[in-house]
């Protein structure tokens, strides 16, 4: 039994006549004879009287017009709860984030994007390889885009584009020796014990690179996956560690001292060359965030 077969039951039914019927929906009239005939036949009964000039219905045929006229009914307020979803963009983002999203409000980019565009899931990853595993996850295609705090794609497939950056600041608890300075330089963590991140992560690079240019050796004491696990090892005075600064923000009880020479963190987004429809919605949302 199809859809079609009740609509043009229930438009004879209303004429009592199949000529006039098949005009009023623009149907030829032996299609019309034909599916009501075989509807008939499936049923096993006759819903028409034809054996007198003017057709009339039978017993069976007025009990069953009332079903077909609520089950044609149920069928058009089905069609019509998805009309505000006609054209909307479907499909699945893949988005791997960091630690820290520096200045970018991330959770009210993504409350607008479903807001916006209800069909379309996007998953979030994190990687312990931080950037670096991101930035390779696309170029293999396991993800779509990423929140990465490096620059250097691993492929022609991957493109970057800067967000926003920051400074990084030194972070301790209050009785550590450089505590009380206004500005610690990097020379003064040369052969103090610092906390670290894995060699994959943004943030590490950038220190590094730092410190090497300055000449500075530190101890890396401690190398952690977790913005918060390095806190708690500061409030044990364990060691002290650099942060981007709205990172180091997370932790009031701790002090946040600005570096000399200055070293900056810059939040990229990285997606795939040819992104679908989906993805390239949400580069541009995120993009609007920014850019406010």
């Known amino acids: 039994m199809e859809l079609r077969q009740l609509e043009y039951f229930v438009a004879v039914a209303a004429d009592l006549n199949f000529s006039r019927a098949a005009q ?3 149907v030829v009239q032996s299609a019309v004879s034909a599916s009501v005939a075989r509807l008939e036949k499936e049923l096993g009964v006759e819903l028409f009287d034809r054996s007198k000039r003017q057709i009339v219905l039978t017993p069976p045929g007025e009990v069953f017009l009332q079903h077909a006229r609520d ?9 019509a709860s998805v009309a505000d979803f006609r054209d909307q963009l479907t499909g699945t983002a893949t988005l791997g984030t960091l630690m820290s999203w520096g ?9 607008e994007f479903r807001r916006v565009h209800p069909l379309v899931s996007v998953r979030l990853r994190q990687s312990q390889t931080g950037s670096a595993g991101h930035l390779q996850a696309i170029a293999d295609g396991r993800m779509d885009l990423a929140l990465v705090s490096l620059s ?5 497939r991957v493109v970057v584009r800067e967000l926003m950056h920051e400074p990084m600041v030194f972070v301790c ?12 330089r990097l020379a003064d963590l040369d052969g103090r014990d610092l906390i670290v991140f894995p060699p994959g992560w943004g943030i590490r690079q ?6 090497a240019e300055a000449g500075v050796r530190p101890v890396s004491a401690y190398e952690v996956a977790d913005y918060a696990i390095a806190a708690e090892l500061m409030r044990h005075r364990l ?9 180091a923000k997370r932790f009031p009880d701790l002090r946040v001292i600005p570096l000399s020479p200055s070293l900056t963190w810059t939040l990229y987004l990285a997606s795939t060359e040819s992104p679908t429809g989906a993805v390239q919605a949400l580069v541009e949302t995120i993009a609007r965030y920014v850019d406010s």
């Open 103 to 111: 200045g970018l409000n991330l959770a009210a980019v993504l409350e």
């Open 152 to 156: 250097s794609a691993p492929s022609r």
């Open 24 to 26: 009023r929906i623009h």
């Open 206 to 211: 950038r220190l590094d690179a730092g410190l």
């Open 239 to 247: 060691a002290a560690t650099v942060l981007p600064i709205n990172a």
């Open 71 to 79: 089950v044609i009914h149920t069928a058009q307020r089905a069609q």
């Open 173 to 184: 608890e209050s009785s550590h020796p450089l505590a009380r300075r206004r500005h610690v």
